[in-house]
C-alpha cells in the first residue's frame, strides 16, 4: 500500500491501515508463502487507475470497523468481516468483487494458478486438441444416432 | 430527404442484414443499411485487459439495460422470465454471442407434422441446405463432418481443440452410449481469408480482439462494402411509412445528432432481431394499418421464443484447464434432441459443453455458492475449483404461445424518444420438464465422467440471447406474417430476415439458421426481380 505518494492516495493514513488488514482478512497469505495476501498486491493502485468510482463505497465500508480491527488476531478480524457482510451484504459484496479484481490480476497470482500474465490478447492461450478417438464409439453407433428424418 | 430514394433499405447490421446485404449486392442496386449503433474497435474489447473479466461487465455486458449504451434501447423486462440479451452496432449480437453454430435439423421444421404441435415450417431443411454451406464458408466455420445427427455437411475449417475439459466429458458420453459431437462454430480454428485464427483468448461474448470469432462487421461487412452496399451508423429507425397503395414508402430515423430524418426506399428488409423487428412494426401505425405495420394477423410480436437454459457443474479432481479457449464451443451431445414422448415431454434439447470461467469469475461464483469461501481457506477452496469444472448448457426447444410476446412499453422510451419494447413470457410446462430431464441427463452425464459433485443451476434469467418468432413465416396469412420467402404477407415489398420469422425454435442457436433464411430470402428475391411485388 506504498505506492502511490501520500498526497495523492484517496484514503488517509489510518485508513490505509484499516483497509490493510481488512484485505489481509478477506485473502490472507497462503500458509506455504505462494500465495500472497491481498494486502500485497498494490490495491490501492488498482483503485486510482482501475476503480475510482468505488472509493465512495470503499470510505463507507471502513468506516464500519473499528480502529481496533488491525489489532485484532485472524479468528477475531473473520469474524468481524463476517457480521459486516450480513449487515451490509450488498456493499460487502461490491468490495469482494473489487479486492478479487485486483488480487487475480496480479502476475505472482496468476503465475501460481496457472494463467497468463497481463491481457489474454494477444498471447492468448495452447489448449490441447483432444483425441478425435473417442469419437469411434459414436461413429460405430451412427445407426442408433440417426437424425429424424421428416 | 424525400426525393432520395434507395433501391434497398436493411434496418440493422447485424447476422441477418450483413448476410442479405452482401448477396443482394449482386443486384448492383442501390443498397443502403442503417444501423443505429457504432463500429466497434476490437482493441477496446475486455481481452485486450488485464482486467477483462471485470470490464465484460461494463460497456460490453450482453445485456443492454446494464450495459446502457445510447446506441442501445431499454428493454422492459419486469413481466419476462427470460432478461434479453444483444448488442447494437455493426455486427449486432454476432459481436457478444458465443459462436456455437449448429443449424437447425430437418426436424425441426416438421415439428406439427412429426409430434403435433406448433407448426410446420413453409420451408424445409433442403431448401435452406445451400444456404447453410455458403454462410459457413462466409462466416468461417470449424466442425467435423460426418456427425450422424446431421444430413452430410462439410464445414470449411477443421474443428477446434475440445482440450482436457472435452476429453473428460467425451469419455462420460461414451460410457453411458450417447451422442456427442465436435461443435461447429464460427471462430475459426485455422487462418480463413486474412485473417487469424483463434487463439484461446477465452471471453468470446465480451467480443474478440483476435479477430479469430467470426463476427458479421469482419465477415460478410467488408465484403458487402467493396461491392457497394452503403452501411450508415447511428441511424435508428422509428416507424416505417406507407403510401396510398398500402406499400412502404421509407422510414423515419433519427441521425447521430439527434435530428428527424426520413428516407424513401422501394424495398425495406428488416434484421432487428426478434425483439427489434416487431418493435418497429407495431410502431409503424397508420389509418391503413392501425396495430402496425404488416399485423393484419395479429401476430407481430406474439409467439416469442427463447431457448431456456440450465447449468449443470461438475467439479473434478484433474485440472481441465477449464479457463483457456473459447467460452461456448466445445463438443455438444443431441442424444435427447428428438422427440421421446415417454420422457414426459415434446422436443428436445441440445447438451452443449461449455469452458470454464476466470479467476475472478471463479471465486466470485464460488462467495456465492458458499464452495469458495473468502478469508483463510479460500486458496485450497480456489485450487480445487478453479480450472477443475466442466459445464453442460441445457438448451431447451422452447415451443410458440401467443401469450409471450414483444409490445410497446407505454411509458419507457430510449434516447430518441421510441417507445421501448416489453417483454411478456413465462415458460411452459413443456419446457420445465424437459429442463428438468435435462440436468439431470447431464448430471448423469458428468458423473460418468468422473466429477466429484455436480450442481445445477436454471432456469437462468440473464439469458435471451435467442430471440424468435414475433414475425413468423408462413403460407396461411391469417397464421403468419411473411410468406415462405419472408415477403409479408400486407405490404408487398416489405421483408423480413432475422429470427423473428421462425416458426418453431429447435433446441440450438439459431445464429446459423437465421443467416441461412436471410441469404434464402434475398436468392429469392433476386430470382423475383422483375414481379418482387406480384
Not at chain 1, 470510505?59 to 463476517?82: G, H, I, M, N, Y
Not at chain 2, 415477403?487 to 429470427?499: A, E, M, T, W, Y
Request: with cysteine.
Amino acid at each position: 500500500m506504498a505506492d502511490i505518494i501520500s498526497t495523492d492516495h484517496p484514503l488517509t493514513r489510518a485508513q490505509q491501515i484499516l483497509l490493510a488488514a481488512l484485505l489481509d482478512t478477506l485473502v490472507p497469505g497462503s500458509d506455504d508463502g505462494a500465495m500472497p495476501s491481498a494486502a500485497e498486491v498494490q490495491f490501492d493502485v488498482y483503485l486510482l487507475a482501475q476503480a475510482e468510482e468505488f472509493v465512495p463505497l470503499l470510505k463507507s465500508a471502513l468506516q464500519c470497523f473499528e480502529p481496533s480491527f488491525v489489532d485484532l488476531p485472524l479468528t477475531d478480524r473473520c469474524e468481524r468481516v463476517r457480521e459486516f457482510s450480513v449487515s451490509d451484504p450488498q456493499l460487502f459484496q461490491a468490495l469482494l468483487t473489487r479486492v478479487y479484481d485486483c488480487y487475480y490480476q496480479n502476475d505472482r497470482v496468476r503465475v501460481q494458478i496457472g494463467v497468463v500474465t497481463g491481457a489474454p490478447f494477444p498471447q492468448g492461450n495452447q489448449v490441447t486438441p483432444g483425441d478425435l478417438s473417442l469419437l469411434d464409439p459414436v461413429i460405430r453407433n451412427s445407426d442408433r444416432h440417426v437424425y429424424r428424418k421428416p | 430527404m424525400a426525393d432520395d430514394v434507395v433501391d434497398v433499405l436493411i434496418i440493422g447490421a447485424g447476422a441477418s442484414g450483413a448476410a442479405v446485404a452482401w448477396s443482394l449486392a449482386d443486384t448492383r442496386m442501390r443498397i443502403v443499411c442503417f444501423e443505429q449503433g457504432d463500429w466497434t474497435n476490437p482493441s477496446d474489447y475486455p481481452s485486450t485487459a488485464a482486467n477483462w473479466e471485470s470490464q465484460a461487465y461494463g460497456p460490453y455486458h450482453i445485456d443492454p439495460n446494464v450495459r446502457g449504451r445510447d446506441t442501445d434501447y431499454p428493454i422492459n423486462n419486469d413481466e419476462s422470465a427470460v432478461t434479453v440479451v444483444n448488442f447494437n452496432g455493426v455486427g449486432g449480437s454476432t459481436i457478444l454471442y458465443g459462436a456455437h453454430f449448429p443449424r437447425l435439423h430437418p426436424s425441426d421444421f416438421r415439428v406439427r407434422t412429426l409430434d403435433g404441435v406448433a407448426d410446420d415450417w413453409p420451408i424445409d431443411y433442403d431448401t435452406l441446405e445451400p444456404y447453410f454451406a455458403t454462410n459457413d464458408r462466409m462466416m468461417g466455420v470449424s466442425g467435423l463432418a460426418g456427425d450422424p445427427m446431421y444430413p452430410a455437411k462439410q464445414p470449411p475449417l477443421p474443428p477446434l481443440p475440445m482440450g482436457l475439459i472435452g476429453e473428460a466429458v467425451a469419455r462420460g458420453f461414451n460410457k453411458l452410449g450417447w451422442h456427442w459431437w465436435p461443435s461447429d462454430s464460427a471462430i475459426i480454428s485455422q487462418p480463413y481469408q486474412g485473417r487469424d485464427k483463434c487463439v484461446n483468448l477465452g471471453p468470446c461474448i465480451s467480443g474478440c480482439a483476435q479477430g479469430g470469432k467470426s463476427s458479421t462487421d469482419i465477415t460478410y461487412w467488408p465484403e458487402a462494402i467493396r461491392r457497394g452496399v452503403e452501411l450508415r451508423t447511428r441511424c435508428r429507425v422509428r416507424e416505417i411509412t406507407v403510401n396510398e397503395h398500402g406499400f412502404a414508402h421509407g422510414v423515419v430515423y433519427y441521425n447521430a445528432a439527434g435530428e428527424e430524418c426520413f428516407q424513401r426506399a422501394e424495398v425495406i428488409v428488416m434484421a432487428c432481431n426478434g425483439v427489434g423487428t416487431p418493435r418497429i412494426l407495431l410502431n409503424s401505425k397508420s389509418a391503413q394499418f392501425p396495430d402496425g405495420l404488416a399485423n393484419s394477423s395479429g401476430l407481430v410480436g406474439r409467439n416469442l421464443m427463447f431457448h431456456p437454459i440450465a447449468f449443470v457443474q461438475g467439479l473434478f479432481d484433474e485440472r481441465l484447464d477449464s479457463h483457456k479457449g473459447p467460452q461456448a464451443c466445445c463438443i455438444l451431445s443431441k442424444q435427447f434432441y428428438e422427440t421421446d414422448t415417454s420422457r414426459g415431454f415434446v422436443r428436445g434439447y441440445n447438451m452443449q459443453i461449455a469452458r470454464g470461467s476466470g479467476p475472478l469469475g471463479t471465486a466470485m461464483a464460488g462467495y456465492v455458492s458458499g464452495t469458495i469461501p473468502w478469508g483463510p481457506g479460500h486458496h485450497e477452496a480456489f485450487r480445487q475449483r478453479f480450472d477443475h469444472v466442466a459445464s453442460i448448457g441445457i438448451l431447451c426447444e422452447d415451443l410458440p404461445e401467443e401469450h409471450n410476446t414483444v409490445t410497446l412499453d407505454p411509458t419507457r422510451v430510449d434516447s430518441n424518444g421510441i417507445p421501448a419494447p416489453k417483454i411478456t413470457y413465462r415458460y411452459s410446462d413443456n419446457s420445465m420438464k424437459m429442463m428438468e430431464h435435462g440436468q439431470a441427463r447431464a448430471t448423469e452425464a458428468l458423473l460418468a465422467a468422473g466429477a466429484q459433485t455436480v450442481t445445477s443451476s436454471g432456469p437462468l434469467r440473464v439469458s435471451g440471447w435467442h430471440l424468435l418468432g414475433t414475425a413468423r413465416t408462413g403460407k396461411n396469412p391469417e397464421r403468419s406474417v411473411v410468406n415462405h420467402w419472408g415477403r409479408s404477407h400486407d405490404v408487398k415489398n416489405l421483408f423480413i430476415v432475422d429470427g423473428s420469422v421462425f416458426v418453431t425454435g429447435g433446441g440450438v442457436n439459431p445464429a446459423s439458421t437465421i443467416q441461412a433464411w436471410a441469404l434464402y430470402v434475398a436468392d429469392t428475391m433476386k430470382k423475383n426481380l422483375a414481379n418482387l411485388f406480384d
